[in-house]
């Protein structure tokens, strides 16, 4: 197993190095760059080029890929240009307001597509199964800002139970309890709308594997035993249906960090995904490859988690 994870590590950097290449050189190909998407009327072409020469903007692409790729192997990332701080900084600053609402979704998503899935392959075409698929397939049709800004209309703007968007109240100086609080009365809303997206695909997940282990020979034999069915669904027949599941988790990793650009946007809050699409617009590239380099360390290192606890999970498979 030791041999196994150093072996993949290693396996990582040429990947990288891969993505690192792809990345800069669609970056590269984008017309304009962080200067032309100021659009500042007053600059003159001689202060455009000066601050081009500042920013290494000037410089051919193969140069700057080196340069840029030199130090990211030593842990620079470079400066936002937008923001004027390290990359590494603003991640730190905005990532975390991201992972609470993309934690708690999470969660939420899990329980809810486990008991769903189980529940619905249990009881195959009843009534409860039919619901659950209708409801299922109408929050994966929605669109995300639909949801949303369908939701701000009804518990925000009509019943007043929830902030319209932010992360806490404009002015507050609440600390402590008082503080925590606010932030869950804002999140509410994101969770509830990311919650209600991903649930959808997890359910239809857990209830085929649920059926697929039920019709198994061993669940039957269960059941001749005398043992009861709650014991034989929760015990026997869950415990087989969630080794698949385990790929699901690796996935997740990138997407507790990566933020949800749109619902950010829509519930103004202040998390990486805006910050993101931002970067992209106004030409940030330090923070847009940085960020984006990051999101792939982050994607292997979870392929590489799935790996080795489906190995540990399921001793039919043999790491080499």
Avoid: C
């Avoid at 993949?8 to 760059?33: C, K, N």
């Avoid at 039920?214 to 929760?234: C, H, N, P, W």
């Avoid at 940030?284 to 994607?299: E, Q, S």
């Amino acid at each position: 197993m030791k041999q196994y994870i150093i072996r993949r590590l290693l396996q990582m950097i040429p990947t990288l190095i891969g993505i690192s290449i792809l990345v800069f050189a669609i970056s590269a190909m984008v017309p304009g760059d962080y200067i032309t998407a100021k659009n500042s009327p007053s600059m003159t072409a001689e202060k455009k080029a000066e601050l081009r020469a500042i920013y290494g903007l000037d410089k051919p692409p193969v140069e700057r890929y080196f340069t840029w790729a030199g130090n990211m192997a030593t842990g620079n990332f470079g400066d936002s240009l937008q923001h004027k701080q390290p990359v590494t900084k603003v991640i730190d600053n905005y990532v975390w307001n991201s992972f609470i609402i993309a934690f708690a979704s999470l969660v939420l998503s899990w329980i809810l597509a486990i008991f769903a899935g189980v529940f619905s392959a249990r009881f195959q075409y009843s009534f409860f199964d039919k619901v659950v698929t209708l409801l299922v397939f109408l929050f994966m049709s929605l669109p995300s800002f639909f949801i949303g800004l369908l939701l701000i209309k009804v518990f925000s703007l009509e019943l007043g139970w929830f902030p319209v968007g932010g992360m806490t109240t404009a002015g507050s100086k609440a600390t402590g309890f008082g503080y925590i609080w606010d932030v869950v009365e804002h999140a509410f809303l994101p969770v509830l709308v990311l919650t209600m997206l991903s649930t959808g695909s997890l359910t239809r997940y857990f209830r085929t594997s649920m059926l697929e282990v039920i019709r198994q020979d061993y669940i039957r034999t269960a059941r001749a035993k005398g043992l009861k069915e709650r014991t034989v669904i929760f015990k026997h027949a869950l415990r087989n249906a969630m080794l698949p599941a385990i790929t699901l988790m690796g996935f997740e990793l990138p997407a507790l960090f990566g933020g949800a650009i749109i619902l950010e946007r829509v519930f103004v809050w202040p998390g990486i995904g805006q910050v993101y699409l931002e970067s992209i617009n106004v030409r940030d590239y330090p923070f847009m490859l940085g960020f984006t380099i990051f999101l792939a360390v982050l994607t292997l290192i979870g392929n590489l988690i799935s790996d080795v606890l489906y190995g540990a999970a399921d001793p039919r498979i043999r790491l080499k």
